[in-house]
């Protein structure tokens, strides 16, 4: 496992997050950002450790960070990241379209 490839959709979400969270503290904003890029390279070492949902696809895999849940596929060179959302939202619902969508690929 290499790296990792972050979705349009999960890139989108990371902006929106760190500008939600910024409009009451910057540092705060910082601090979970870089929370959630240790995570994602945590998982590139060990894409297993994610929690899987019946109702969603059989490879897809959900890991927390704080309130906030990472929905990634392991995958052949690492990890594709598919979105980065609240905990709070109705992932059966988020995941239910196709999560695909052009990716760049990252060094872990």
Do not use: C, K, N
Request: charged share 30%.
């Amino acid at each position: 496992m290499t790296g990792f490839t972050l979705s349009s959709a999960a890139q989108a979400d990371l902006e929106e997050l760190a500008a939600f969270v910024a409009a009451d503290s910057s540092p705060a904003a910082h601090r979970l950002i870089l929370e959630i890029h240790d995570a994602i390279r945590r998982l590139v070492r060990f894409p297993g450790i994610g929690h899987r949902r019946r109702d969603t696809s059989d490879d897809i895999r959900l890991w927390r960070v704080r309130s906030t849940v990472i929905v990634y596929r392991p995958a052949e060179e690492g990890i594709d990241v598919l979105r980065v959302v609240s905990g709070w939202r109705d992932l059966g619902r988020l995941l239910g379209g196709d999560p695909d969508e052009s990716a760049d690929r990252f060094a872990s």
